[in-house]
């Protein structure tokens, strides 16, 4: 059964930076498309980032420049690198394998 587990969520100040992970359990992880979401509060859940098995990455205009994502296959994981945080970005982010999706960590970034 292949599950997703993330972690990394936290409260951080605007300006300040959160490292989110994703481990993926099972097999074929390097030959799928990983993706980050988030849903802010009473807002829809929206697509933040994504890379492909080549590395092709794609995000969000509200997070160009900001975020990175990367993935190592070797560790089934792939990351978030999330830097000069505003308050907008406060939402529960989501890991994505599809069909399936992660439990969610939480991001609040508030002075």
């Known amino acids: 059964q292949v599950q997703l587990v993330e972690s990394g969520g936290g409260l951080v100040q605007p300006g300040g930076s959160l490292r989110l992970s994703c481990v993926v359990s099972?097999?074929?992880?390097?030959?799928?498309?990983m993706s980050w979401y988030r849903q802010p509060p009473g807002q829809e859940r929206e697509l933040v980032a994504s890379?492909?098995?080549?590395?092709?990455?794609n995000y969000a205009d509200s997070v160009k420049g900001r975020f990175t994502i990367s993935r190592d296959n070797a560790k089934n994981a792939v990351y978030l690198q999330m830097d000069n945080l505003k308050p907008e970005d406060t939402a529960v982010y989501y890991c994505?394998?599809?069909?399936?999706w992660g439990q969610g960590t939480q991001v609040t970034v508030s002075s």
């Open positions: 994505r394998r599809p069909p399936l």
């Open positions: 099972g097999r074929i992880f390097s030959l799928v498309t």
């Open positions: 890379i492909a098995p080549s590395g092709t990455t």
